[in-house]
């Protein structure tokens, strides 16, 4: 009888241990989940940032016009605010520019607009 009594008191202290560990198992899950709740929106707002358009000025040369496609080829010069080299790049216009005051061969400002990889030339106006 005696070694009943100590095994069903281990047992027991092993039950209070383990029902001890689930509580605290459940308070740090919930710790967690708060915490990555209240996170998401900081993960939201690092996406907006990188994910928010920049505007850049540059200047370079018209290689090719295509009107129909309403897209400009340019051989430009460095720029800095997306820190691109000097390269000779397609664009997409936007629908507003008017490619008629430009032609193959002018030296252009022109502004871009847009993020990652994907930027629009929102003016283009020969250098001056």
């Given at each position: 009888?005696?070694?009943?009594?100590?095994?069903?008191?281990?047992?027991r202290a092993?039950?209070?241990?383990?029902?001890l560990?689930?509580?605290?198992?459940?308070?740090?899950?919930?710790?967690?989940?708060?915490?990555?709740?209240?996170?998401?929106?900081m993960?939201?707002?690092?996406?907006?940032?990188?994910?928010?358009?920049?505007?850049?000025?540059?200047?370079?040369?018209?290689?090719?016009?295509?009107?129909?496609?309403?897209k400009?080829?340019?051989?430009?010069?460095p720029?800095?605010?997306?820190?691109w080299p000097?390269?000779?790049?397609?664009?997409?216009?936007?629908?507003?520019?008017d490619?008629?005051?430009?032609?193959t061969?002018?030296?252009?400002?022109?502004?871009?607009?847009?993020?990652?990889?994907?930027?629009?030339?929102?003016?283009?106006?020969?250098?001056k």
């Amino acid at each position: 009888m005696l070694v009943s009594r100590h095994i069903f008191q281990a047992g027991r202290a092993m039950l209070g241990t383990s029902l001890l560990l689930l509580g605290l198992g459940t308070v740090l899950l919930r710790t967690d989940q708060s915490l990555a709740q209240g996170m998401k929106d900081m993960r939201g707002m690092e996406n907006s940032k990188q994910m928010a358009p920049a505007t850049a000025k540059g200047t370079g040369t018209v290689t090719t016009l295509n009107g129909s496609d309403h897209k400009v080829t340019l051989d430009h010069g460095p720029i800095p605010a997306i820190k691109w080299p000097p390269m000779k790049m397609e664009f997409a216009v936007a629908p507003s520019v008017d490619l008629a005051k430009v032609k193959t061969g002018d030296k252009v400002d022109f502004t871009l607009s847009g993020s990652g990889g994907s930027y629009t030339v929102e003016s283009i106006t020969p250098a001056k």
